[in-house]
């Protein structure tokens, strides 16, 4: 693991890990802490924010980006225990990990069910919504759209091709409080 030299020393002990669990690793031609920042900016945009909250959405990557040094093996649920994650962030980081699959359209028709069947109770000292990983999936989701449309056609319109079915795995017309996000991510994909 190679120490990023961009880590704030005001950073929580988590968005530290999280860099420097992600090392080398670059998202483009930035290093990938950008993306990390920006994943949980989005969530501040929209008014997602708490400590657990915070954890996941720096770690949403971890699980399958990046190799455990202690192992060389790809980090599991009880290394996130291990490092402090308290066990249901754990659960949650590996929930939004990618599933093993032929092809991204596999994967993904893996994934997103597990994503959205994430489900946790509201409590003062926990996650701020029901849906943590679908939060951080959209999160996610709306600054990758914005940096392709801007950055890497290609990506992007692999994102647009995506959509029907990631609005159909994920979206609740019930959860209210996610539809601002949506709109935004909706308004991205409509090009």
């Not at 080398?24 to 909250?53: C, W």
């Not at 609740?172 to 601002?180: I, L, R, S, V």
Request: aromatic share 12%; charged share 20%; with cysteine.
């Amino acid at each position: 693991m190679t120490t990023n030299t961009n880590v704030q020393t005001h950073d929580p002990w988590y968005v530290t890990w999280c860099i420097q669990a992600h090392g080398s690793q670059m998202f483009g031609d930035k290093p990938y802490e950008y993306h990390l920042r920006g994943v949980a900016a989005v969530a501040i945009r929209f008014g997602f924010i708490n400590t657990f909250m915070d954890m996941l959405l720096h770690g949403h990557d971890v699980g399958e980006d990046c190799i455990n040094p202690a192992t060389g093996e790809k980090y599991t649920r009880e290394d996130f225990i291990a490092a402090g994650f308290p066990p249901i962030v754990a659960d949650a980081m590996m929930a939004i990990t990618d599933q093993p699959g032929a092809d991204r359209d596999e994967i993904k028709a893996k994934t997103l069910p597990i994503i959205a069947a994430f489900v946790v109770a509201i409590s003062a000292g926990g996650f701020c919504v029901r849906r943590p990983v679908v939060l951080a999936k959209l999160c996610d989701r709306a600054f990758n759209l914005a940096e392709s449309k801007a950055n890497h056609p290609r990506k992007f319109k692999r994102y647009q091709h995506e959509h029907p079915a990631f609005v159909a795995d994920l979206y609740d017309p019930a959860e209210t409080e996610f539809q601002p996000l949506w709109d935004y991510i909706n308004g991205l994909v409509a090009d």
